[in-house]
């Protein structure tokens, strides 16, 4: 026990006492001839006042042993209901506080948070069976920075216990740095998987240009692989050869658990959809993990080699129109000098260049991705036959064919049986003479193929095709093709095998399109604006299409997901990212913009959810009471009432319950910026984590304060000694 003796009083109470001490003493001093008694009296009585004023206190303190506080965060999310040795993590996070809770609290002051979207105070650990899963996430930023801003949670260290498996969320770094004191991340639950490996995140662009350089950037968790060369490769599908390695990283596992990032650079060969596959495999080169993935590959400029045999409005009309379009980079040639044309001075010295057979037909022929061939003849140039085999090989490799009618075209330009008329949809007539002067409006076959359907509805498209004029001139054939789509046909004339004669028909040939229009006055529809201004962009959209369809970027669709891992993280709500194009493929706006969304779960159950536009062109999807098992999430869309595009992907859900190990990535990240360190909960020892905090410190504790003068035995006290003088005074005859 210690005794102590304190004054309360403020400044001016200091002064006040001050005050009348002074006057006391210059009081005494002028009665000092009084005598002893009367003087000591007087002054006794005087000091008493004068203490009162001064407020004294008497302290009684004892020395107590303060130890030092500690948080103990508990992960309380979801993910902690996962089992793992036959119990859930939560349930093992709060048996090893309950088996070592003598020896945390002899040696500190534990104060317990249950942590999921937010902090939850429960006290001592005492309360450690109080602790229930929470069916939210855990929002470690968000939870952390709680549980250092509630009263009473300043301590000299943290202890976290999580399997790390946190909702994502910014800023979990600077939130554990924030709480002020060092913090050491207990993990809990396995730490890897086995021997194996699994794709954590995978980076594409959503769309690539044709012939363009692309990265794609992925991570590979690898586990049990300590010691071993690891090889992440890139495979590119061809088509009939399988996957061939694109490019090959190489690493060595240097622990049990290894995170690779690895970026490789792939390039867009085929217009539409390209695979590819990632391969993780190990020292025994058996693939650990391997996983498929697809680039939408578009094309930056459409590429048009535009060969004419003769000068014509069909030709002026068509190539004025493509060269306007920013999105064509045509290259034309028109025949003005027939080889039988009689010249009387050198080739050189003229300026109409001879025809570049060579150059069109096989040296740059590769670099387009459409051919137009308008009434050209391949007799009158006596062309060799390995031209029109390469162009034969240019459609068969992915290449668009567009071949239009005229006088000089089909059987009368010489293609019967060649390897032209293998590409076309319909067999040349056996006579040379097929092409027919006269005019005749073409019968639309369906309005639902993508090359009629001009307009926004069909009712639009149809009366816009009965209101065009008539066109001049249309080839004969013999027969159409097996597998040849008839787009348009004669009102009137047949093939010579009886069908309904073909104005337009098309025909898939390897990998590229064939499109035939027999006539070579389609240049009057741009016309048909003078009698009728509804007509006025019917050209334009109908050669717009043509372009498109045969060059695949028609049929891309401009709604996409965005990759998805091998493994989606247990956790909820699911985050999925959709993209929408315009027709450019740039990001669509949301006006006119019409998404349907169907998730169907692993008991076949279809439910429709909702799309949340985060910025233009990008929705998020979040799914929430997901099931184990496979998953399906399929969209279509609509713009301004016509259809637009679909994509679906199929992901495996594994809910709380399952086996994902902790994420050692995270902790060892949270530990690192916390200032703490990182040990599995299975490793974890009370005394290892006791040593890191400061020893036991002695304090003084206040146990009693005694205030004496508010004490009525100090005022009878002042009363006595002030009696006792004046007594003293009237016996010595003193006034």
């Excluded at 993209?579 to 279809?606: H, I, M, Q, Y």
């Excluded at 902790?667 to 703490?676: H, P």
Aim: proline share 6%; aromatic share 10%; glycine share 8%.
């Amino acid at each position: 026990m210690t005794w102590g003796l304190d004054f309360g009083a403020g400044g001016w109470q200091a002064a006040l006492a001050g005050l009348a001490a002074a006057a006391c003493g210059v009081h005494l001093w002028k009665s000092r001839s009084a005598g002893r008694l009367i003087l000591s009296l007087r002054a006794a009585a005087s000091a008493s006042l004068v203490l009162a004023l001064l407020l004294p206190s008497v302290s009684l303190s004892e020395p107590v042993f303060v130890k030092p506080r500690v948080l103990v965060l508990v992960d309380s999310g979801h993910s902690m209901q996962s089992r793992s040795g036959g119990m859930t993590r939560l349930a093992a996070a709060t048996a090893w506080l309950a088996k070592h809770r003598k020896t945390l609290e002899e040696r500190c002051e534990p104060v317990l948070f249950a942590l999921s979207d937010r902090a939850r105070a429960m006290g001592g650990l005492s309360a450690v069976d109080l602790i229930a899963a929470s069916d939210a996430g855990f929002h470690a930023a968000d939870a952390l920075l709680d549980a250092g801003q509630t009263p009473g949670a300043k301590a000299e260290r943290a202890w976290l216990l999580t399997d790390g498996n946190a909702a994502q969320s910014d800023g979990v770094e600077k939130a554990a740095a924030r709480l002020g004191m060092p913090v050491d991340v207990l993990g809990v639950g396995p730490g890897r998987r086995g021997r194996g490996a699994a794709v954590l995140d995978l980076k594409t662009p959503d769309f690539v240009f044709l012939h363009g350089r692309f990265p794609v950037e992925f991570q590979v968790e690898a586990s049990g692989l300590e010691g071993e060369r690891v090889r992440l490769s890139l495979l590119k599908e061809t088509i009939g050869q399988g996957f061939k390695v694109v490019e090959t990283r190489q690493f060595t596992a240097g622990s049990d658990y290894e995170v690779f990032s690895a970026s490789f650079t792939a390039i867009a060969e085929s217009l539409g959809r390209e695979r590819y596959r990632l391969e993780t495999t190990g020292s025994s080169s058996k693939p650990l993990a391997a996983r498929d993935f697809g680039v939408e590959v578009i094309r930056q400029k459409y590429r048009i080699m535009y060969l004419s045999g003769r000068p014509s409005y069909g030709y002026a009309s068509l190539r004025e129109f493509m060269k306007t379009d920013p999105n064509h980079e045509l290259v034309s040639f028109v025949i003005l000098r027939n080889p039988e044309s009689v010249s009387f001075v050198p080739d050189h010295e003229l300026s109409l260049i001879p025809f570049p057979a060579e150059e069109i037909f096989v040296q740059n022929l590769a670099q387009f991705d459409l051919f137009i061939l308008e009434n050209f003849s391949y007799r009158r140039f006596n062309l060799p036959v390995s031209h029109l085999a390469a162009l034969k090989g240019f459609v068969a490799n992915g290449g668009a064919l567009l071949v239009i009618g005229g006088e000089q075209a089909f059987a009368t330009g010489g293609y019967k049986g060649t390897p032209l008329e293998e590409l076309l949809p319909v067999t040349l007539a056996s006579t040379p003479e097929d092409y027919v002067r006269s005019k005749f409006s073409p019968a639309p076959s369906s309005l639902s193929h993508p090359l009629l359907g001009i307009y926004d509805t069909q009712a639009e498209s149809r009366q816009a095709w009965q209101g065009l004029p008539p066109l001049f001139g249309y080839a004969r054939f013999a027969s159409i093709k097996e597998g040849a789509s008839v787009l348009l046909v004669h009102p009137k004339e047949n093939t010579q095998s009886g069908q309904p004669l073909p104005v337009m028909v098309q025909k898939n040939f390897g990998r590229g399109k064939v499109l035939v229009v027999s006539s070579d006055s389609t240049w009057r529809w741009r016309l048909g604006a003078a009698h009728d201004w509804k007509l006025a962009s019917f050209y334009g959209r109908f050669w717009t299409r043509v372009v498109q369809y045969l060059t695949g970027s028609l049929d891309l669709s401009k709604v996409k997901f965005s990759p998805l891992p091998d493994r989606i993280a247990p956790r909820e709500p699911a985050a999925f990212t959709l993209r929408v194009f315009d027709e450019d493929f740039k990001p669509a706006v949301s006006a006119g913009l019409e998404l349907s969304v169907v998730w169907t779960g692993p008991d076949n159950k279809s439910v429709s959810v909702w799309a949340r536009e985060k910025e233009a062109g990008m929705f998020q999807i979040e799914l929430t009471g997901l099931k184990e098992g496979v998953h399906r999430l399929r969209v279509t869309a609509r713009r301004n009432g016509k259809p637009w595009g679909s994509d679906s992907v199929r992901f495996s859900w594994q809910p709380a319950g399952a086996e994902p190990p902790m994420d050692r990535r995270f902790l060892e990240a949270v530990a690192k910026a916390g200032g703490g360190r990182f040990v599995p909960l299975s490793a974890a020892r009370p005394e290892d984590l006791l040593a890191g905090l400061p020893p036991v410190r002695e304090e003084r504790r206040l146990s009693r304060r005694y205030f004496p003068w508010t004490s009525p035995y100090w005022l009878a006290l002042s009363l006595l000694l002030f009696f006792a003088e004046w007594a003293v005074r009237r016996s010595r005859g003193y006034d």
